[in-house]
């Protein structure tokens, strides 16, 4: 996981509406798997989560909610067979 701070900076010179980003890239093979990520505290009345993307993304379906102000769940519930690994990419974003 990394964490971005302050670097997206708002137009016409003004501040910037973004807190943080914090980016996670997690990995499985099984279906019906739940993945809890730590991620450093973020107001979840201000954050979002925002799908970068995955592998073999028409076999493979997969839910990512925040449960805490620390923490992303990924699950997965579905796979075809002979699927290999499956890849996400996701930011956890927090608004100012």
Do not use: C, W
């Amino acid at each position: 996981m990394s964490t971005l701070t302050g670097l997206i900076s708002g137009g016409g010179g003004g501040s910037s509406p973004i807190a943080s980003i914090q980016r996670l890239y997690v990995s499985t093979y099984f279906a019906g798997t739940t993945i809890n990520r730590s991620i450093a505290s973020v107001d979840t009345t201000k954050t979002f989560i925002s799908h970068l993307g995955n592998s073999r993304e028409a076999l493979r379906s997969y839910l990512a909610i925040l449960t805490s102000s620390t923490n992303v769940q990924l699950f997965t519930y579905s796979q075809n067979v002979g699927d290999s690994n499956l890849y996400v990419s996701l930011e956890v974003i927090e608004y100012v």
